[in-house]
């Protein structure tokens, strides 16, 4: 079996350090682990190559400068080429992760008469309209249904995409549409013996807006019981998140970006995790599947988390981790310290986390939920 593992959008590195990089690579990796020969066509690849996908073939088409119009044209051009290069290498399946202006899956099923499964994690036309400048979004919807339409599976990581897809869509598509939330390699992450001393809170990401880690900050310098956090990550927040902390007089040590293969280190020895989501004023906006908890749940980290999205589907409240209400310090404060305070308890959402995790949500099963019931 060789599959072919595409990817477009110039801003998902194949071998980055963010989540969305994390993705990609691990469920390369299940379909290594089902004695599939994949070959990666990407348009950008990133420098943070873990040694044991290093042999993996790569084929690059490198998007040129520009903006605009000229950017989209240059996706969809991008698109052909690496479809083009995915035919004439020859392939038994094809996996994309959707990207805006790619009819790469359909070029390539129709060429080849092989199945083609589309991985769906954002509403990215919408996306783009709201944080960047579409220019041609008829291209965008028609690229969209063009790729729904050629898909065996489309899979979507929560149900709010799905939804969205669903609307924008033929109805007789449908019943090819499915939920199957992100997963985490439960052998690269595993429980560790909590470090002596002061607990420490994690927190795993970019430092964007959205990630709400000026909370995080914002509770620890609010806290009444003995507890640091630590911050595993980078992005365009960081000076503004440094300089808080700082401001607050916050117990927060940066560790700057790692690579993904750093993850696991970073969570060792920890006490609790926090996934600080803010509030925002769409509810739509909350339609992610949050990578980073079902990693901390891995590592047998009782979660503090938002009430957001689907992270209430995730996390039982008081079994694996406690949930609070989002853009608020203090109720935050107040959890982690009742958590900090009470290993008994932290040790019982320890087992319960890694148990949910390992049992539910390992890369394994979430590629046989993705490919069931398709012939490969």
């Not at 004023?281 to 938002?306: H, M, N, R, T, W």
């Not at 009742?338 to 949910?356: E, F, I, N, T």
């Amino acid at each position: 079996m060789r599959v072919a593992y595409l990817c477009v959008d110039p801003g998902v590195p194949v071998f980055g350090s963010k989540g969305a990089s994390v993705h990609v690579q691990e469920i390369i990796r299940a379909w290594r682990n089902r004695g599939a020969d994949v070959g990666i066509y990407c348009t950008r690849t990133g420098d943070d190559i873990p040694a044991d996908l290093a042999d993996v073939p790569v084929v690059v088409h490198r998007l040129p400068s520009g903006s605009g119009a000229q950017r989209e044209q240059a996706q969809a051009d991008a698109a052909a080429t690496l479809a083009q290069r995915i035919i004439d290498d020859g392939a038994t399946a094809v996996y994309e992760r959707y990207s805006l202006f790619s009819d790469g899956l359909a070029r390539v099923t129709e060429a080849l008469d092989i199945p083609g499964f589309l991985e769906i994690n954002a509403p990215l036309i919408d996306e783009q309209r709201k944080h960047r400048a579409l220019h041609d979004e008829q291209a965008a919807y028609k690229t969209l249904r063009t790729q729904v339409a050629a898909a065996a599976r489309i899979v979507c990581v929560s149900e709010p995409v799905a939804q969205w897809v669903r609307e924008r869509v033929d109805a007789g598509q449908h019943p090819r549409i499915h939920t199957i939330p992100n997963g985490v390699n439960v052998e690269r992450i595993q429980p560790a013996i909590e470090a002596d001393g002061c607990p420490v809170v994690v927190f795993v990401g970019t430092l964007k807006p959205w990630h709400g880690v000026e909370t995080l900050i914002e509770a620890q310098a609010a806290s009444t019981q003995d507890w640091t956090v630590r911050v595993v990550g980078d992005g365009p927040q960081g000076a503004h998140l440094r300089k808080l902390a700082a401001k607050l007089g916050a117990r927060v040590h940066f560790t700057g970006a790692v690579p993904p293969e750093s993850i696991p280190a970073q969570l060792a020895g920890c006490a609790l995790a926090a996934a600080p989501y803010p509030a925002t004023d769409d509810a739509a906006d909350q339609y992610f599947s949050p990578l980073k908890i079902y990693e901390y749940c891995a590592a047998g980290l009782p979660v503090v988390a938002s009430r957001v999205g689907q992270v209430p589907q995730i996390i039982d409240d008081g079994v694996t981790g406690l949930l609070v209400e989002p853009s608020n310090p203090r109720e935050l404060a107040e959890a982690i310290d009742d958590l900090s305070s009470a290993p008994v308890a932290r040790a019982a959402m320890s087992a319960a986390a890694r148990d949910m995790a390992a049992g539910s949500h390992s890369w394994t099963g979430v590629l046989t939920r993705i490919t069931e019931g398709i012939t490969l």
